[in-house]
């Protein structure tokens, strides 16, 4: 299936701790009766920066200072001391001062695991069920991004090895790449295929840049080899490949993925401003890929949502991590959906169950990238997402563990990421709303139950 956005080959605590959803009902972080958030987890992290400062500091100390003096004099100091007498961790304290005191992220997950996805393209494209060769491929390409973070001299060879074995296993495995394709998309299969392997462009085109060492053109030369193998992944992978339990079977699901579009008005008469250029606007685009490859009961229920018009003029409630829909929308309209995790390295997702971060469990699809789209927790049970009340996670690595991950990582069901218009999420205020959201792409991967007689 061919897509025609920009974005085309993935569809392609600064904690508000009292802050009401509903007229009748105060949440923290309004989204469960027990916290998006579990502050009780993450009260050091808010006060570390300060503590830091204050420890570090030669002029004279606030007042505020003076009490979280007090803390560190009876707390915190102690435990460095003997931290540093210990084990020597001089470096080690430095790292993390460095680590609590940089500057918040947007759309980047700052984490030393590889396995861990930083955008939410990169998540969406290892979201994709297909063929193990191109996989391979992807795998081999995807290490050149983390590769070009390095920001003095960069491990050239490195990228040169890699992509050689890229453009090996693609010569080597041609049949078995090209016999996953579905009939009807063997002729567009061919094209992609051969714009990676063809001479003069793809992964040739990469190479050369690599050996002139031009990080600029390396970059902009494997992110389209990453687009075309997207592309082809996607045509490997026209349906789910797994069944769903015999429970779900007649809930609304997405066979694959899809694009909702969003037009997100002012609600104050203010303008969105543009990132680069343009004109300030009263309304603005957002467009967010669902994935059913990963969430398909959780994206099939939203997009059965937006098909049915229900968050048409929807207001918008804000923190200073998300931006939630309202929950004042019928609870009769939408399915009561179970929590839907699918954990990486697994073939099928996980239901009315969490993953336990602290023991390595990550999810394919995470909530710690700034633009994650998430559900909600019903009412009643975290075992169950909310009907109908999603989020936009505005992820800040400054407000998570030193790890790079949401203190909720794998708590919530993800089902997709926000692909074009992220500029515009830090400009929604609370009563801004949802003029329309419409299914632009994907409608034909929307498999509605059959309708009883």
Do not use: W
């Not at 974005?7 to 009401?20: H, M, R």
């Not at 290490?143 to 040169?160: A, D």
């Amino acid at each position: 299936m061919a897509f025609s956005s920009s974005f085309s080959a993935i569809i392609s605590p600064k904690f508000s701790t009292n802050v009401s959803i509903s007229p009748s009902v105060s949440r923290r972080y309004c989204i469960s009766t027990r916290s998006l958030f579990l502050l009780n987890r993450s009260p050091p992290k808010s006060l570390q920066p300060k503590l830091i400062s204050c420890i570090f500091s030669k002029s004279n100390q606030s007042a505020g200072c003076s009490d979280h003096l007090k803390t560190v004099t009876e707390v915190y100091i102690p435990v460095l001391e003997r931290a540093i007498m210990r084990v020597g961790a001089t470096l080690s304290v430095i790292l993390v001062i460095i680590q609590l005191t940089s500057p918040p992220a947007e759309a980047v997950l700052y984490s030393p695991d590889t396995k861990v996805p930083r955008t939410g393209e990169l998540a969406l494209r290892k979201a994709i069920p297909a063929n193990t060769n191109m996989k391979s491929i992807q795998n081999s390409l995807e290490e050149l991004s983390y590769l070009l973070r390095i920001p003095q001299r960069k491990p050239y060879g490195t990228m040169e090895s890699n992509v050689k074995k890229a453009l090996k296993i693609a010569v080597d495995e041609k049949e078995s790449i090209l016999e996953s394709l579905p009939a009807d998309q063997k002729e567009k299969g061919l094209e992609l295929y051969a714009s990676l392997t063809d001479d003069k462009g793809g992964l040739q085109k990469l190479l050369g840049y690599i050996k002139d060492k031009d990080p600029d053109r390396v970059s902009i030369a494997l992110a389209s080899s990453l687009d075309s193998i997207a592309q082809l992944e996607l045509l490997q992978a026209p349906g789910l490949s797994f069944l769903l339990p015999a429970q779900y079977t007649n809930y609304p699901k997405l066979a694959g993925r899809a694009v909702v579009e969003l037009v997100i008005e002012k609600g104050d008469g203010s303008m969105f401003t543009p990132q680069a250029g343009g004109v300030p606007r009263k309304a603005a685009t957002i467009q967010v890929v669902l994935d059913g490859y990963s969430a398909p009961l959780t994206a099939g229920n939203v997009a059965k949502l937006v098909v049915d018009g229900a968050y048409d003029g929807m207001t918008l409630k804000c923190t200073d991590q998300a931006i939630l829909s309202d929950s004042g929308i019928n609870k009769s309209v939408g399915n009561k959906v179970p929590l839907e995790i699918m954990p990486s390295g697994q073939f099928e997702p996980l239901y009315k169950t969490t993953l336990s971060i602290q023991d390595g469990e990550l999810p394919v699809l995470p909530l710690s990238v700034y633009g994650a789209v998430a559900m909600a927790h019903d009412d009643v049970s975290e075992e169950y997402s909310s009907p109908n009340q999603f989020f936009f996670y505005l992820y800040d690595k400054s407000y998570s563990g030193l790890g790079g991950l949401s203190f909720d990582e794998g708590q919530f069901s993800v089902f997709g990421y926000t692909t074009v218009g992220r500029d515009i999420l830090p400009q929604i205020k609370t009563g801004d709303l949802v003029r329309s959201a419409k299914l632009v792409e994907g409608q034909d991967n929307l498999v509605l139950p059959a309708e009883k007689l």
